[in-house]
């Protein structure tokens, strides 16, 4: 790189002049990271980790994947950037892309809105179900779907929303999970049912094996769409390209985020059926939304999960992981749920801030989105070997958990 740009420093030095120079939104960084390649990463004094979170659910193909790498830097040098007036091949190639992966009924087309982002993936939908001339949206207790305002309003957390009220209105939330709290809460004035199909945010709650199917036949009998955020399960990430699969039944929209790029930020809200088409000029936009070197990474990613079979290596390291830790048989620990690549290993005690620092100690990045349990979401090309490291650091590293 450039000497013109230099921008290393030891960990302590960048952590003062992060604190300096960035709002406080995140705490204290834990690390100062450097250098990424396949499941590792370096921070900045030389550390070397197993990153077994992947950028949050994000980076599905590792770091520095070379066909990514080169996708990008090849799209980049030919053409960056262009405005909304012009369209680019990459951008057409990947809606088409995106859109193939869903196995819809006969006669169902689907139309794409990127984004850069989740919660504008999110923002997206959300205008979308104020298009169908109703306003009240059912969403869940524990959810999570983003931090801008529309986005928030249909996430759970209080914390998280009551610095910010008034939210656009008219939300109710429903236990998760529950078929017949929604039944009772969705009527003929509901513009739509969001859901996550696994509450990622919320500690990997998987919900019974009906509830997406109840949530489609209720939506359907009061005309309300059913919004499906999958954008920390889908692109792969639970072993099929979007979580919901499983379950055969088709959504009314799809958001989608993380995995998609990999690390270069895109996102879509996905409309199927009628949904596709209740925006129209002049109602919702973005400047990069779509944008050709973020559409090249995401057909880049969609390729190389395709090609090197990456959707069957997910189950088998997921099931691999599951089973290892699970056979640990550790007093701290309760047992492990989620699918595919995204897992919670649930604690019998409120400690997993302790155990993600611990691990950290050791070179092991996990974090701990709840009290009680660790989530892990690692990249999709994780081995078998890095797994078993691990599984195998797991005991020591709870033996030294103060209760
Ligand atoms: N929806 C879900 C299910 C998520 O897990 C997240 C992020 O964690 C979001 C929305 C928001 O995505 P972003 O952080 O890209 O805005």
């Known amino acids: 790189m450039s000497e013109l740009l230099t921008v290393d420093g030891t960990q302590a030095a960048l952590t003062t002049r992060y604190a300096g120079a960035l ?34 659910a994000v980076n599905c ?70 298009r169908t001339g109703r306003t009240k949206i059912v969403s869940t207790i524990g959810a999570f779907h983003g931090r801008s305002m529309g986005a928030l309003a249909v ?53 019974p094996d009906s509830y997406l199917q109840a949530a489609r036949r209720i939506t359907s009998e009061h005309g309300a769409l059913l919004w499906i955020d999958e954008i920390q399960t889908g692109i792969g990430r639970t072993g099929s390209w979007f979580a919901f699969e499983k379950d055969g039944i088709t959504p009314d929209l799809v958001t989608v985020a993380k995995g998609l ?41 969609l390729t190389v999960i395709e090609r090197d079979g990456l959707l069957d290596q997910v189950n088998a390291i997921g099931n691999h992981l599951t089973d290892a830790v699970t056979a640990l048989d550790h007093p701290l620990i309760e047992g492990v749920r989620g699918r595919g690549l995204l897992l919670a290993i649930q604690l019998t005690q409120p400690v997993s801030d302790q155990v993600a620092a611990l691990a950290l100690e050791a070179g092991f990045i996990v974090n701990n989105p709840i009290a009680d349990a660790l989530r892990l979401a690692p990249p999709y090309i994780l ?18 958990v103060e209760i």
């Open 261 to 301: 790029g990999a690390g270069i930020p895109i996102g879509a809200c996905i409309g199927l059926g009628a949904a596709a088409d209740l925006l129209q000029p002049g109602n919702h936009g973005t400047t990069f939304g779509g944008n050709p070197v973020a559409a090249i990474a995401g057909l880049a990613v």
């Open 61 to 130: 193909l590792g770091h520095a994947h070379p066909f990514v790498v080169s996708a990008v830097t090849s799209q980049l040098a030919t053409l960056g950037h262009v405005s909304n007036f012009f369209a680019s091949a990459p951008q057409i190639a990947l809606a088409e892309k995106l859109l193939g992966l869903f196995d819809a009924p006969e006669g169902v087309t689907g139309k794409v809105f990127f984004t850069n982002s989740g919660t504008e993936a999110n923002e997206a939908a959300f205008k979308i179900t104020r």
């Open 155 to 207: 996430t759970w957390k209080p914390a998280y929303r009551e610095a910010f009220a008034p939210l656009p209105g008219d939300v109710e939330f429903v236990p998760y999970g529950d078929a017949e709290a929604l039944a009772a809460a969705v009527d003929d004035q509901t513009a739509a049912v969001v859901l996550e199909p696994i509450q990622g945010e919320n500690g990997v709650v998987v919900p």
């Open 383 to 400: 081995g078998k070997a890095d797994a078993d490291s691990f599984v195998a650091a797991l005991p020591g590293l709870l033996d030294k």
């Open 23 to 56: 709002m406080n939104t995140f705490g204290a960084p834990k690390r100062v990271l450097v250098r990424g390649e396949g499941a590792y990463l370096w921070d900045a004094d030389g550390n070397k980790y197993l990153d077994l979170l992947g950028g949050l």
